[in-house]
T-cell receptor
Framework: GAVVSQHPSRVICKSGTSVKIECRSLDFQATTMFWYRQFPKQSLMLMATSNEGSKATYEQGVEKDKFLINHASLTLSTLTVTSAHPEDSSFYIC?????????????FGPGTRLTVL | GIQVEQSPPDLILQEGANSTLRCNFSDSVNNLQWFHQNPWGQLINLFYIPSGTKQNGRLSATTVATERYSLLYISSSQTTDSGVYFCAARNAGGTSYGKLTFGQGTILTVHP
């Protein structure tokens, strides 16, 4: 199967600090990766789509300067939450798309639980 | 964009029972996936099924693309099947290419 790792799994930080979350596809190359956010008892909401070597595409209402995304290689994408505030506390999940012929299946990382004090 | 609706929102079963979860989508799709989110938040891929029928052990899924729905069947349910089941679909065309849209999920609780 396809494995996506995410690090760290949990982070607690003070308000005003920046937090970087890494997402790696371990056994396949991913031209496209995605970042989602999930609030308790809710569904996943797409924040942005990142393509290797180009700028990320952000969903409406997501602040580009707040959530910096870098997809520097075919196996690594990072999300940096800048100047985090308590309202940024959430569960962040990354996903990588494995493209095989006509099958474009998405696989998900285990998520990062961010708590901003 | 595409709308994805799941039903029922909650389902409570006794161990050993069978169940059917439904996913309706509003437009043609080139990707439809079913996931199980475990208590730790990890999404586990169950099926990639934009059309047709697949089976994997006690689970099976059917997507009727022309009628814009997909069904997930769970037979002989076990307590470990508990969790949230998500359906997610990708529109076959337009500006939303590449983006999976998630339904609201079905919360399944299986009692021993």
């Amino acid at each position: 199967g396809a494995v996506v790792s995410q690090h760290p799994s949990r982070v607690i930080c003070k308000s005003g600090t920046s937090v970087k979350i890494e997402c790696r596809s371990l056994d396949f190359q991913a031209t496209t990766m995605f970042w989602y956010r999930q609030f308790p008892k809710q569904s996943l909401m797409l924040m942005a789509t990142s393509n290797e070597g180009s700028k990320a595409t952000y969903e409406q209402g997501v602040e580009k300067d707040k959530f910096l995304i870098n997809h520097a290689s075919l196996t690594l994408s990072t999300l940096t939450v800048t100047s985090a505030h308590p309202e940024d506390s959430s569960f962040y999940i990354c996903s990588a798309r494995r493209d095989r012929l006509a099958v474009n299946e998405q696989f998900f990382g285990p998520g990062t639980r961010l708590t901003v004090l | 964009g595409i709308q994805v609706e799941q039903s029922p929102p909650d389902l409570i079963l006794q161990e050993g029972a069978n169940s059917t979860l439904r996913c309706n989508f509003s437009d043609s799709v080139n990707n439809l996936q079913w996931f199980h989110q475990n208590p730790w938040g990890q999404l586990i891929n169950l099926f990639y099924i934009p059309s047709g029928t697949k089976q994997n052990g006690r689970l099976s899924a059917t997507t009727v693309a022309t009628e814009r729905y997909s069904l997930l069947y769970i037979s002989s349910s076990q307590t470990t099947d508990s969790g949230v089941y998500f359906c997610a679909a990708r529109n076959a065309g337009g500006t939303s290419y590449g983006k999976l849209t998630f339904g609201q999920g079905t919360i399944l609780t299986v009692h021993p």
